[in-house]
Structures are given as C-alpha cells and as structure tokens.
C-alpha cells in the first residue's frame, strides 16, 4: 500500500484498474470501459500492459472535471472473473474503514 | 477566549465568499485541479482515501461551546455525524462534499469559526499549551501571543506559497505541553532579567522523514519585535527553502544544510534591517488583543469543598479524579481533562452528540470554554472542584470519563490507511486493540505515565519519533508491518526514539507491546520510575531482548 | 497574453527582447538579467525605456544599483506555488524603494492578485483572458489585512487602534 501517489514510473505487476475520486462530492470511481466513471468497482475497465494502463490513465486524468487524482491500482480476478481489489487500500477504498464508526450515543 | 470583532468576521466571511468563487470555478471547469489543489488545501481541504477531509482549524486549542455545538452541527449535517481531533489542536471531518463546503464553512464563520491555511505550504494553526491561561506556574498566557501570531501570518502576501508547510507553536510553563521542540519555529515565553516578556526561539523542529529536534537561535526576543524577527526568518526560509524536492523542502532541511549558526547570521541580517519598521509591536496593541480574551470571575472558594470530600467515598469517582483532574492556578478551582480514548475506539473522536452534549456541560461547569490538546483529548480549563462529582456523572454518561489520561492506553494516532491516501498502514485498529489490552485501570496505573503514539506512515502526524512507544506503519509486500521505537519525548527534553529491531506483522503489535510493558515492569528501579526514564536509564538493549528473544 | 495595469487590460509598451535579438534603437524593452547585467549601460544609455526580467532563484541584490534608471522589473512566478517573488517583490518596494513598474510574470493566476499587490506588483502578465478581466472585481475581495506591507493599507491591528480612540473621543 505504498501511496500510489508516490507512483512514478508506470509498470504494473498484473491486472490493473484506474481508479479516482469523483470531483464534486469526493466518492470512489472506477474508469469503465466507455470513457466514463462508475462507483461500482464491477464496472471497472481491466488493463494488463503497462502501455495500456498508462493510456487508460492518461485518458482519465484527462477528464479533469469528473475526476480528481486518478492512479492505477492491481486489482485480482476472482472465480467467474468478479473483480476484488488488489490491495488493503483498494478494499478499504471500496468497502469503507475497517473500524467501526463512532456510534451516536 | 478571544472574541472576534467585526474586522475580524469581516475576513472570515470575505474568505468564505472568495472560497465560494473558487469551488465554483473549479466545478464549472475554469479552474484545473492544478489550479484548485493549492487553494481548497489552503482552506483545509484534503483529498482522502474515500472521500474529501476538511481541517478546520481551533486557533490554539481554544473553543468557546457555542463554537463546539457549530461543529457538532457541521459533523451531522455535511458529514457522518462525528468529527476527530488532531495532533495540531483541530478538528477534522472525513466524509465532506466539496460542493457543500461553502456552505459548511458558512456556517462555522458564523460563530468566528475557520479553516484558513490549515494545509497548504503555508504557516498553519498556532498551537498552544491547551492549560495556557490556567496552569499553575504559567509565565503568561501564551495564547495573547498565538492570536497575534496568527492574525501575523493570516492571508500574509509574501508567505502564501512557501516551499512548504510551517507549523508554529508556543509554551509559557517549565513543562512543555506544546511540544514547541518539534516544530517549525517554537517560541518559549519568558521575562528577562528586567522582568520583559520575551521568547526563546527555535527552528528546524520537525518530525516526518528526516526528524530533528528545534535549535535555538536567539535565546531572548523582546515581545515587540516577535513579528518582526519571525518575518526575518520566514523570508529566509521563502528564498532559500529548498523547492526541487517536497522531502527536502522543510525549514528544518535549511536549518541542517546550512548549520544554525550560519542560518542564525543570515536571520540577523534580515533582521537588522527590518526591526524598526511596521512589524514592531506596541504596548497598546498587545494589551488590546489581551483585552479582547475573556477571562472568567472565578470565586473565592475553598480549598477542599464539601461536595469532594463527600464524593471521594466513591472509588470509581475517585480513581476518575486522580487521573482526569489537575491543579489549576486560582483555588477551589481545577482543569478537567477529558478522554476521547475509550476502550475499543478510535482515540481522538467524538461524535455529534457528544459535542453537544460536552457545551452544554461546558457552559455548567467551565464558563463555556473547552480546550483542545495535541493528545487529542479535549479539557475544561475553569471547574469549580464543588462541581467535580456532577461533573464526573455527567461526562461517564456520554463516555467522557475513561480515567486514562496519560497512561498506556491514551493513544495518540493518526487515521492511519482507513482514511488517509497518504498512508501504508493502518493505526486506528492497533490502538483499539492496545486499549482493550490495557484496559483495565489498576494494570494502566501500575504502568503509570506512558505515551503510545501510531503513525501509518513516515509522515508521521501520530508523532510516533517523540512517542516514548512509538509505532510507525509501514508496507512490506503488500502486508501491514510495523517498527517499534522507543525513549522518545515531546517536551521540554524532547528527543527521539529508537528503533528496537526489525518491523513486525500487524497481529503481532499488541503482544510486542505487551513485552516491552512486562520488561520495563520487571526492570524499574522504583514503582514511581516512569517507562520513559528507564529506558533512559538502561538503553534499548533489554528492550529487545525481550520482544526478539522469541521472535 | 492580456497585461493588466492600473486596474485594467492595456497595451504593452514593453516588448519581451529575446537574449540573441538585435536591441532597438528605440521603443521599451525588457531583457533577461543576464544580458542586462553584461553591459548595463548599453542599455540603460539608450533612447527608449529599460526592464529586467529577474528570476526568483536570485538575489535582488546586483540590480539594486540600476533601480532608479529602470522602467520596469518583472519577476517571475514558475508556478503560482512558487512564493520566492513575493519577498524579491517586497524588498524592491520596501527596502530598496524601488518606484518603477513592478511587474509579475508566469503563472499569474486571479487567486493571487491580491497577494501580489500587496507585495507590491503594479503590473500582471495574466494567463487567461477572463481573469484579466475579472482583475479590477478580484482586487475587493478582501478589506481587512491583518499584517503591513509597503501597500500602505491599515493593518486591522491600527484600525481597531484608530475605532478605539475615535470612541474614547466621542466621536
């Protein structure tokens, strides 16, 4: 989980997504396939080279309104090819913090 | 308090409008995320892991309960209902919506409220002893002297965009509370010998990747030429600050690179030209901003009400009153510590009930002021002692009392990697398991004074280098690890601590914890000899002995 | 580039002289500190009106001494994040009492106009078209500055300073 913000060189190590967060109200986006942004990492368009990847973000970051901070991340392809995120921070990302949040007394 | 008059609304709203303009520029496209990201940091904005953040700044820990029942109001109604206190004495919200923060920052202007420069490479939040004003044996109240400061570098033209961000603090007692030592510039409020107040100045403090401990270069700086002298140093640091490399960019990188006494000269030299000039402060103008603090009309009373000498047959509210409660410098009066570091939950937050529910309390039993710490627990500065039991029931009823202050299991940490993009850990879930491990009081109190500090990662906003544990996340192979330090400090004898081996795996933290605990207890030299000081006393050495000998 | 001074978009009466380009005999120009610095007088001595265009990287120091035989200075702003010409910019005017154009170029963006002149610039190279024009709106954002600059603006110390003493005199 070395901040992807910190990403320099693009490389990947396997199946990647491109992933942000959606400008006006800062939630979770994935790229899809078609140019756009879904929240639902399903949704998400997979790239396996590094040349695609790195187009998929240049695409991407391209979109400055819709998106802000847009970085690859490694996702894994589960059984019948559902998409799980690649890494603590990705799971985090789509599934919210692993603490419980503080409950209104 | 301070209270904030016209001129001073006046700019708090005036930055609202022109934050307003921008968010609105940037959603309709005139503005490019380059363009934007330095201004919305520059009004506490932050782009997080799940969503934006929004720092809202607590100028020098101190909030009136009307401010407090503001942010109460902004934790439900822009965000999820809570809000989490930080190592810098401010508040941040974790689940804002961009387009809803002009309106949120409306409404917290309404009460003087702000979050201007609270990131950004600009100087941030004054912070403070979150006792000034009440502590016994207290040179002054520094916060006379942090309100001028931060009304100095506020919207300021020429330190706007600096190679990076500038953190002040400041401290008028022999013991520091406002860890002034690792920071940007920390100033300790003295008289000299003519009985003048001035300060001792000290720069290139800093924690991070390359921490260092604050150097003095003037060791006495007349209160009139504060402003002037800390212009001189920040103009060297906007032109010389290294700005090709964020890592390297701090004023504490100059500092090193050019030697203290070299970056000391360059000061005075700047200085000297300038001194005179309009930064110069007059006696009228800080006794104003002195007049404009409210202090409260304490009574007489006395020493050991009735009301306390009744309650102390209460064990649970006695164990609450040796640990939370402290002396305060008017007597029949005390300054209340409040834990924000439950059993189980993540240290450092409240939720929106809860803050309402503290005001109110706040308005009962301390004249309506409520202080901030850097250990991310709040305080009342002016309680009666006849109020301490009601106090005591009324704080146990919204989980306020955990009777934990300044033991094992007042955890100060960051959000760590279930908030922060910046992170390669998590820190939140160790310090809930610590506190469940130590949960028990009588086992805190045999282990006495111990500060856990977590970061998630090197940038180190738990303070983990100056924690006497400190934890400090880090990614080895996509799993969580963590290094252990220990022997740090953040006060008056601020030092860093020291690595006792290689990192460890997640599930294995609390145990190492453990160990270091039952070393230490076995190794004091007297029940009363604080972990910190026998690790001074004996080195690292039987430390890691004991967490790697099964390791 | 649209220049903005006085409050205004206007023409530009300087011209950007490249470091190889034959100087005119006539006409105001602004040249790089290098080459200004090999001969000062060549240009100084000349018929029309001279500036400097001097990197933030760089003491102000060495052109202290031409100050009051120039036109122009314009410092620069590699990115607006750079704040290293605000100080150059205060010195100039503040210590060095420097009356000339004062001129900021770069990434000037309308979010620090008000900065820039406070620190003392007089004249703005502004990226875009519609901040130029947005220039005279920008300007009265703020009414309250709470430290002094050579703007000569009051300080919201001295103002409160000034409130109280017009009410102490009943006024």
């Known amino acids: 989980m070395t901040s992807p913000l910190e990403q320099k060189k693009i490389k990947i190590a396997g199946p990647s997504i491109v992933t942000a967060n959606r400008t006006w109200d800062g939630t979770v986006i994935y790229r899809t396939a078609r140019q756009g942004w879904s929240n639902e990492l399903a949704d998400a368009a997979i790239v396996r080279t590094s040349d695609d990847a790195r187009a998929l973000l240049a695409e991407s970051v391209a979109d400055d309104l819709g998106a802000v901070g847009a970085y690859i991340a490694p996702v894994e392809i589960a059984e019948g090819g559902r998409i799980e995120p690649g890494n603590l921070r990705e799971q985090i990302r789509r599934s919210g913090v692993t603490i419980g949040l503080p409950v209104q007394a | 308090m301070y209270a904030y008059d016209e001129i001073d609304r006046t700019l708090v709203n005036e930055r609202v409008s022109e934050f307003r303009d921008q968010v609105k520029r940037r959603l309709s496209g005139e503005l490019t995320e380059d363009e934007f990201k330095m201004l919305r940091l520059q009004n506490g904005v932050y782009l997080q892991l799940h969503a934006y953040m929004f720092r809202v700044a607590i100028p020098y820990g101190t909030l009136s309960s009307n401010q407090l029942r503001r942010l109460a109001h902004v934790a439900r109604k822009y965000d999820r209902g809570y809000g989490h206190f930080t190592t810098r004495q401010n508040i941040q919200f974790n689940w804002i919506k961009l387009a809803e923060l002009p309106d949120a920052l409306a409404d917290l202007a309404d009460v003087g409220i702000h979050a ?16 000034a004003g009440v502590a016994p044996g207290e040179v002054e109240d520094p916060r006379i002297w942090a309100e001028i400061l931060r009304q100095y570098t506020t919207l300021h033209p020429e330190f706007s965009f600096l190679p990076r961000k500038f953190k002040f603090a400041i401290t008028a007692s022999p013991h520091d509370r406002a860890a002034i030592k ?24 800093g924690l991070g990747r390359t921490p260092f401990i604050g ?13 002037s002298y800390v212009e001189a140093i920040m103009r060297v640091y906007n032109q010389y600050g290294r700005r090709d490399n964020i890592y390297k960019a701090r004023i504490k990188i100059l ?13 005075e030299e700047e200085w000297q030209q300038m001194r005179d000039g309009a930064l110069k402060l007059d006696d009228e103008v800080v006794e104003d901003i002195r007049a404009r603090f409210f202090y409260p009309k304490y009574e007489k009373l006395p020493h050991m009400p009735d009301e306390l000498r009744k309650a102390a047959q209460d064990p649970q509210f006695e164990a609450w009153r040796r640990n939370s409660v402290f002396t305060h410098k008017v007597q029949g009066y005390a300054i209340v510590t409040i834990s924000l570091k439950p059993v189980g939950g993540p240290p450092g937050d409240a939720t929106a009930d809860q803050m309402d529910a503290l005001a109110e309390i706040a308005d009962k039993y301390s004249f309506g002021e409520i202080r901030v710490g850097h250990e991310q627990n709040l305080a009342l500065p002016h309680v009666a002692k006849r109020d301490l039991p009601a106090l005591w029931k009324a704080l146990d009823r919204i989980g306020l009392a955990t009777p934990n202050v300044n033991l094992i299991s007042d955890i100060i940490a960051c959000p760590g990697l279930d908030y922060c993009s910046l992170a390669n850990a998590r820190s939140i879930p160790i310090a809930q398991e610590l ?17 856990i500090n977590i970061s998630g990662c090197i940038n180190a906003c738990g303070h983990h280098h100056v924690g006497h544990i400190g934890i400090l996340g880090v990614e080895k192979n996509g799993e969580e690890f963590y290094q252990i330090t220990i022997g740090g400090r953040a006060d008056e004898n601020a030092e860093l601590g020291t690595l006792i081996g290689p990192s460890v795996k997640f599930e294995e933290v609390a145990d190492v914890i453990e160990d270091i605990v039952e070393a230490y207890l076995a190794l004091r030299a007297r029940p009363d000899e604080l972990f910190v000081d026998t690790v001074k006393r004996l080195g690292v050495e ?3 002995e004991r967490v790697y000998a099964t390791r | 580039m649209p220049l903005v001074k006085g409050g205004k978009i206007t023409d530009d009466s300087f011209v950007h002289l490249a470091d190889d380009a034959v100087l005119p005999e006539s006409g105001a120009v602004l040249v790089s500190a290098a080459r200004f610095l090999q001969d000062p007088e060549a240009l100084l001595g000349r018929a029309g009106k001279v500036g400097v265009i001097w990197p933030n990287s760089r003491d102000v120091d060495d052109l202290v001494p031409h100050l009051d035989r120039l036109a122009a200075v314009a410092l620069v702003f590699p990115t607006f994040r750079d704040g290293r010409a605000y100080s150059q910019a205060r010195l100039l005017r ?24 406070r620190a003392g610039f007089d004249a703005f190279e502004v990226r875009k078209q519609g901040d130029a024009e947005a220039f005279a709106q920008t300007v009265k954002r703020y009414s309250v500055f709470y430290q002094p600059t050579g ?3 009051l300080t919201a110390l001295h103002r409160r300073m000034q409130l109280r003493h017009s009410e102490s005199a009943g006024l």
């Open chain 3, 151 to 153: 703007d000569g603006r």
């Open chain 2, 182 to 205: 690792i920071h940007d510039i920390g100033l300790r409020l003295h008289k000299n010998s003519a009985g003048e107040t001035g300060f001792e100045i000290l720069v290139g403090g």
């Open chain 2, 542 to 544: 039987p430390f890691r």
């Open chain 2, 255 to 267: 500092v090193h690179e050019l030697g203290i006494e070299k970056f000391a000269a360059e000061v």
């Open chain 2, 116 to 131: 201007m420069q609270t990131s950004g490479n600009n100087t941030r939040n004054v912070t403070s002893d979150q006792w």
């Open chain 2, 435 to 451: 506190t469940r491990r130590f949960a028990n009081h009588d086992t805190a109190n045999l282990i006495g004074r111990l500060h």
């Open chain 3, 94 to 117: 503040e210590r060095f009492s420097y009356r000339g154009e004062l001129r900021a170029t770069g990434q000037v963006l309308r979010d620090q106009f008000v900065f820039m002149m």
């Open chain 2, 215 to 227: 150097k003095t270069i003037k060791p006495f700086v007349h209160g009139r030429d504060l402003l």
